[in-house]
């Protein structure tokens, strides 16, 4: 690991230089660079790493994550948050945090414990894991900073650690279920002397009552149409952008889409859907294929990654995409494409897999079909879609019967 600070700068320079920044972002990223290092002298802090990093950040600009950054010290924090992230991984972390994701307290150490509980006795994979972590440190740092113990938790604690929160109705639903739980567990295992979770209120939350973000044919073919395919990211990112438009795939069984999974000769995509391991089978269409091909010959580095889709990135290249990458290019090209209101809309690959389920049912397809088309185990998973065809919907409602009373004016 590099700990002289001159020689990791020097590194992430050329990092910079061979991803193409603005000479205005790197004008910003470089002069924060020299400042930390005037600072490291005053400081007489003979080598850098991530404590340093963030005392600077702290003493700089308040905080060493995004939360109470003022707007214009955002770019000047993730130029310091770069060299830390650079040194230990080798790669600029793929976005600022809004919060320190780590524990602090004595709720803290006990979620820490609850954790390693959910993922050695009850086995619960990683992405569950992850998901409740999100709202357990959010709630953990909530505690600390009003100085609340466990057993101090009350109705008025849960509202107005809500009240702090910017979560939608779903996120709230999901958060409301891992808190409840965890506090029970608490409460147990003789952890807290109260049954805190009492005080998880009921949301009556319906997620089928959410109508699905979804875009036009002529938005997805414009979006298509905003690729850049004479350069190396864009023969990649056209790839991605078919695969979750023609075929709806999530991004998960994108960026684990392999080359075993194509059978060239009997022009089939086959594998196990990452989210339900249900086998699904599609047909290789003619514009995919094209493309897949196109990637290969021209856009994909020399690596032995088994999955198609890799990282041009000097630092990960080579190596299979993660799923934020997708979500980000997705977002990106709607961008481009000028698509009308896509930042106040859902703009991942999802809503393209919603618009190709809402387009289908345009066009009469069966519901059958369009489950087989999604990999859904069942068409009640599908019927969601039905609620943004406007015009079927219009088909639907029944007659006003006459009125036969004299109660009412006609």
């Known amino acids: 690991m590099v700990t002289d600070v001159k020689e990791l700068i020097g590194q992430c320079e050329q990092e910079l230089t061979s991803r193409e920044y603005t000479q205005g972002r790197l004008k910003i990223i470089t002069g924060t660079w020299r400042d930390l290092m005037e600072w490291m002298v005053l400081h007489a802090c003979g080598s850098f790493n991530e404590d340093i990093g963030f005392q600077y950040c702290n003493e700089t600009f308040g905080s060493c994550v995004l939360s109470g950054i003022e707007k214009k010290d955002q770019v000047r924090l993730r130029a310091v948050r770069m060299l830390i992230s650079y040194q230990k991984d080798g790669d600029f972390e793929f976005r600022t945090p809004t919060m320190l994701y780590r524990f602090s307290g004595k709720s803290g150490n006990i979620i820490e414990k609850y954790l390693e509980h959910l993922k050695n006795t009850v086995c619960l994979s990683e992405n569950t894991l992850s998901n409740k972590r999100q709202y357990l440190l959010a709630f953990n740092a909530f505690l600390e900073s009003h100085f609340i113990e466990l057993n101090e938790i009350k109705l008025d604690t849960i509202a107005d650690f809500y009240s702090k929160q910017s979560y939608t109705l779903a996120s709230k639903h999901n958060c409301n279920s ?126 032995d990654t088994p999955e198609i889709i890799v990282s041009n990135e000097s630092a990960k290249r080579g190596k299979k995409l993660c799923k934020t990458t997708i979500h980000s290019i997705v977002a990106k090209y709607m961008r481009l494409a000028n698509i009308s209101h896509w930042k106040e809309k859902k703009h991942g690959p999802h809503s393209l897999r919603h618009s190709l389920a809402t387009n ?51």
């Open 360 to 410: 289908l049912l345009k066009k009469n397809i069966p519901i059958s079909i369009i489950s087989t088309v999604l990999g859904h185990q069942n068409t009640e998973s599908t019927k969601g879609y039905l609620a943004v065809d406007i015009n079927r919907l219009r088909e639907c409602p029944l007659p006003i019967p006459a009125l036969t009373t004299a109660f009412y004016e006609v």
């Open 178 to 303: 891992t808190l409840r739980l965890f506090l029970r567990h608490t409460y147990d295992n003789g952890m807290t002397e109260l049954d805190c979770s009492i005080y998880i209120l009921p949301d009556n939350y319906n997620k089928r009552s959410r109508i699905p973000t979804t875009y036009e044919e002529q938005e997805i073919r414009n979006i298509l149409a905003a690729v850049e395919r004479t350069s190396v990211s864009g023969k990649r990112d056209y790839l991605i952008l078919l695969l979750a438009c023609e075929y709806g795939f999530r991004s998960s069984d994108i960026v684990n889409l392999r080359f075993d999974q194509i059978d060239w000769d009997k022009n089939i995509i086959s594998f196990n859907q990452h989210k339900t391991s249900i086998p699904v089978d599609y047909p290789l269409l003619a514009s995919v294929g094209n493309a897949i091909i196109d990637y290969l010959k021209n856009g994909r580095p020399d690596t």
